[in-house]
């Protein structure tokens, strides 16, 4: 769960590859959108529209910063910093689309693509980022910021303008700026490639069942959807597991074949880790090696320092802090959620130790066994677009804003579905998409990306956001039933995407999510507060076939049970954090991935029932997704959604002067003020961790 960083923030050169030109007046990126709010034109978009897009996006978009930097006139804001934001429109319409569907809905031709522009388009970034003379138009007005005269947002945008070309290297020796162009051109292909293995590698691994037998324990309805994906991959007839959260965790929670259960986790857990054409563990070690060179290039020590240097935390040390300050008593718990599983397992007669593949299985039974409720149970009142609706009505109540289906609207897939955000007075203020259900095509996880970003210091721009989670198929009756946890997910991209939505900036290069790595994950959390509320849960969890409420028995189960499992869950979690500074940290080169990953951990103290929750080879987070040095992200910002829904504790769910501020300071104001002060005037004061550690548990 995780807002997926947009490739198209980066700016790109386009190399050919012989695909046909046909003509601006054919090709929709290169021509005004003819469409409702200037939505892409899915439908008339074809492959072969890609490249002279790309291309023609590039040439005007050099074109634009030759004039900007070329300009006789003393800078101004207006004739430099605003200038840029309105560069590189038509490369940001394909980049948006182009990377927006690799992601949610990619072929072997896209993904062909992808690894040649990638390198490509990152030189374009750094043919900007480097350019000598519009960085010194860029250090005059910084030099100059006191006596312009400029609004809060027009000096927090210089001063980001300012350091984004700082830390991309704009200081840099000539000799040193074409090795760190080489560099970031070799991460950015590296980055590819690692996406595309885990991919390849997810798809390409089934459990083929073909005794009924060996089915004992699985619900009827996960018997189902395996026999189709069977069907799907031509073994009809048979049953089919494939080591993604869909279809792997119903079968390690419930299937009672134990040595099933440990082939297909480890099919899991060795994905880019399996000495073949899909291995990842040479990419990583070449990753690793850049990313200390460009560090060192810039003036750190290691990687970390250099991406922290950018965040909230701003030192290692903080992150540490904060890491160990959870792991101790979440270990502590983990362990004794483990022996008790030992003992479960022995009073019903086993003879052996409980490992990895064996956590989910014995958890549910505790579960049941601790609050006489399980997940097969609660399923059933969480249909997917009763969650859906149920989210909307937490933000109609909230902030005011209405969701209005539109089945006119352009979408790049059937199965997809677009909302229009209305604003109190009636206002369209956004374009909202849902793409939940999984399939083959689509990378793992959940994200929140943009097809465009708010803005209105050139008239109004609205929003375009989509939503991509990876949730069940539809079952017989038609509807898609969600796992608590899935509900959790889905309020927290929706989370993610209101702060996209409700966007209220006037640059693009500040709205919306364009925030820290340790801050944005703070407005998709702080959702999640609602979907875990009996008030709000019982507004949406109806049972899809009688429409029954869920039962107040049941309801009181799912909140006695809010912390079950916990030290399982912050093990995995601050285990896979931990293992992301200790690669980024080391000063050393890093040869054996399996080894360092083994030593990190077992000097951490993580016990051998449990696995980090990403394991070296497929944490996409820091090899492919933009959060290398930070994926301590999630529990920073878990400090401060704790403790900023505490006002909500206190004076109810809906309060109207909470929501505001909560709004305005949060979800409206993007990157338009330092992260820490907005906070503090929503809030009053900078976080304390108590919150946090009472709502896991863990005081």
């Given amino acids: 769960m995780y807002m997926k960083k947009p490739f198209y923030l980066f700016l790109f050169i386009f190399l050919g590859l012989g695909c046909q030109n046909n003509g601006a007046d054919m090709n929709p990126f290169l021509i005004d959108y003819d469409t409702p709010y200037q939505i892409p034109p899915f439908e008339k978009i074809k492959f072969s529209h890609y490249e002279p897009a790309f291309e023609e996006g590039m040439k005007q978009h050099l074109s634009e910063i030759e004039k900007i930097a070329s300009n006789k006139e003393n800078p101004t804001f207006e004739n430099t910093i605003a200038e840029l934001e309105r560069a590189g429109k038509t490369l940001d319409k394909v980049s948006s689309v182009f990377f927006n569907l690799l992601g949610s809905n990619t072929s072997d031709e896209m993904d062909a693509l992808a690894m040649t522009i990638s390198p490509a388009l990152s030189a374009h ?35 980001e303008t300012y350091k984004s070309f700082v830390r991309s290297g704009a200081n840099l020796s000539d000799s040193d700026m074409k090795r760190l162009v080489d560099i970031n051109s070799s991460l950015s292909t590296l980055s590819v ?34 026999s189709l994906l069977a069907e799907s991959e031509g073994h009809n007839g048979k049953w089919v597991f494939k080591p993604t959260r869909v279809s792997m965790y119903p079968f390690l929670t419930y299937s009672t074949q134990r040595e099933l259960r440990e082939v297909l986790y480890n099919s899991y857990i060795q994905r880019g880790d399996n000495d073949n054409e899909f291995d990842n563990k040479s990419l990583i070690v070449e990753m690793l090696k850049l990313r200390k060179e460009k560090a060192n290039l810039m003036g750190f020590n290691s990687h970390a320092d250099y991406v922290l240097d950018d965040t909230m935390a701003k ?60 997940e097969e149970e609660v399923k059933p009142y969480f249909s997917e677009d009763r969650v859906l609706k149920g989210a909307f009505d937490v933000a109609s109540k909230l902030f005011d804003i209405t969701f209005v289906e539109r089945n006119d609207l352009p979408k790049y897939r059937d199965n997809i579905r677009s909302f229009e955000v209305l604003n109190e007075q009636d206002e369209t203020i956004g374009i909202f998409y849902t793409d939940f259900t999984l399939r083959p095509n689509k990378g793992g996880g959940a994200w929140m990306n943009t097809f465009r970003s708010q803005s209105k210091f050139d008239g109004k721009q609205i929003p375009i956001v989509v939503n991509v989670c990876n949730f069940p198929p539809e079952n017989e009756d038609g509807v898609s039933l969600l796992s608590f946890e899935q509900v959790e997910t889905l309020f927290h991209e929706f989370g993610h995407g209101l702060h996209g939505l409700l966007s209220d900036a006037n640059y693009p290069s500040l709205s919306g999510t364009r925030v820290t790595r340790d801050y944005v994950e703070f407005p998709s959390q702080m959702m999640e507060n609602w979907a875990r509320e009996p008030e709000v849960i019982k507004t949406f969890a109806l049972h899809y076939q009688t429409d029954e409420p869920i039962p107040d028995s049941l309801l009181n189960k799912i909140s006695e049970a809010g912390t079950f499992n916990e030290g399982f869950e912050t093990s995995e979690y601050v285990a896979a954090a931990h293992l992301d500074m200790a690669y980024h940290t080391s000063i050393e080169d890093i040869k054996d991935i399996d080894k360092f990953e083994d030593d990190t951990l077992g000097e951490l103290g993580l016990i051998p029932q449990i696995e980090s929750r990403y ?13 290398s040095s930070g994926y301590y992200s999630y529990l920073w910002t878990e400090v401060l959604e704790a403790d900023a829904f505490e006002p909500f504790r206190e004076k109810g769910l809906f309060d109207k002067e909470t929501a505001s501020k909560l709004k305005e300071y949060v979800y409206a104001s993007g990157n338009t003020e330092d992260l820490m002060t907005q906070y503090k005037k929503y809030r009053g004061s900078e976080p304390e961790i108590e919150p946090l550690l009472r709502k896991r548990g863990l005081d």
């Fill in 315 to 374: 030192k290692t040390s903080r992150v540490d802090d904060l890491l160990q300050q959870i792991w101790k008593p979440g270990i502590a718990r983990a362990k004794s959620e483990a022996d008790e599983m030992q003992s479960l397992i022995k009073q019903e007669g086993g003879n052996f130790e409980l490992a990895a593949w064996d956590w989910w299985h014995y958890a549910e039974k505790i579960r049941q066994t601790k609050y006489n409720f399980s």
């Fill in 193 to 226: 490639q690692f996406d595309q293995n885990v991919l390849k590698e997810t798809n390409g691994f089934s459990l083929i069942i073909d005794n009924e037998d060996e089915l004992d324990g699985l619900p009827e309805e996960e018997i189902r959807q395996a």
């Fill in 615 to 627: 394991r070296s080879t497929y944490f996409g987070h820091i090899f492919a997704g933009g959060y």
């Fill in 125 to 159: 970034n750094d043919s900007i980022l480097l350019n000598k003379v519009l960085f010194a138009r860029i250090r005059t007005l910084y030099d100059q910021k006191i006596a312009l005269g400029l609004s809060t947002e027009q000096d927090r945008l210089l001063n």
